[in-house]
């Protein structure tokens, strides 16, 4: 019988801590154990730290992980809960996603000061985002805008906004629903227009390969559907070689065991632009999702990818 408290490992955010609370809480319903059976333990790791430059500039995704993986090879952590669309697409060897709860909204969300739209923006308007996927599909809508790089906590962006150093900017709208800020959009942008990050909406939890009683311990709070589609979405990701540098959308959604995909990639100044669709069994979503970066790549040839490399 475990006798001292499950370790959970999280930044220390706003929006990470509600993540890592509502794991916990559902692991308490899952269980019957008491909420004092599961310690918070908070690490700041480098993408919180480094704020003034881009990701690509500084590392890229691991930025939001590395501290916390080491924690859990160490055994001082049981597991760590993240946001999905945050995680390399390759782990540290021994360590994997072992679940993920069930998805919330993965659209874009549209806050705008100048408009409540991004197609009403007034010419020339600036919108603030750290997403070169964003970036690339507000370029690709309307090229007269000027984005620049934006990023921080949802507070602080919104803050940003207010002071009126951008005319509108962009967030996860699942990030704002968590966080009890569902009313703050103007807009919500349609996933056919804006599609969203691969694995956006979406929590999951890392754990240690092996480790037998905390992995049974999360199986029981693991959605199937999502599990399913963003395994999808993860592996059309890796056969892109998808990082930070580069401006990929990707999106499944897992039904009664069938799993349809789509995704998108771009140019950084939304000039050019390639779509896929593909859709099979849920048993073989990591194999989709491979065929479908297959697909995207061969449609786009070598010569656009040189710059991203």
């Not at 990701?55 to 946001?83: M, N, P, Q, R």
């Not at 390969?209 to 199986?219: E, F, H, P, R």
């Not at 990929?248 to 896929?276: E, N």
Request: charged letters at 25%.
């Amino acid at each position: 019988m475990q006798t001292k408290p499950f370790r959970i490992g999280t930044r220390g955010s706003p929006l990470a801590l509600a993540q890592a609370y509502e794991t916990r809480d559902r692991l308490v319903a899952a269980h019957g154990l008491s909420p004092d059976m599961f310690e918070i333990v908070v690490l700041s790791t480098k993408g919180d730290r480094i704020t003034d430059r881009p990701l690509a500039e500084v590392g890229g995704k691991g930025l939001f992980t590395e501290e916390l993986e080491e924690k859990l090879l160490s055994g001082d952590l049981d597991f760590a809960v993240h946001s999905s669309k945050d995680m390399p697409t390759v782990l540290p060897d021994g360590l994997f996603l072992s679940a993920f709860l069930p998805r919330e909204d993965v659209r874009d969300a549209f806050i705008g000061a100048a408009a409540p739209r991004l197609l009403d923006l007034p010419q020339g308007a600036t919108v603030g985002s750290s997403s070169l996927r964003r970036q690339a599909l507000i370029r690709r809508l309307r090229p007269d805008i000027k984005v620049i790089t934006f990023r921080g906590l949802v507070d602080t962006r919104l803050r940003k906004l207010a002071e009126g150093e951008v005319d509108a900017t962009l967030l996860a709208f699942a990030g704002l629903k968590r966080l009890g800020k569902e009313s703050v959009p103007t807009e919500v942008l349609d996933l056919e227009t804006f599609p969203p990050a691969p694995a956006q909406g979406a929590i999951c939890v890392e754990s240690r390969v092996g480790d037998d009683k905390v992995n049974a311990l999360l199986a029981a709070i693991n959605d199937g559907p999502t599990f399913d589609a963003v395994t999808c979405e993860r592996a059309y990701l890796a056969a892109l070689d998808g990082s930070c540098r580069t401006p990929i959308a990707g999106y499944a959604t897992s039904l009664g065991g069938h799993i349809r995909f789509s995704g998108m990639i771009l140019t950084p100044d939304g000039s050019q632009s390639h779509s896929v669709e593909i859709e099979g069994s849920a048993d073989d979503a990591a194999r989709l999702g491979r065929t479908a970066g297959a697909v995207i790549r061969e449609k786009a040839g070598s010569g656009f990818f040189a710059d991203w490399t």
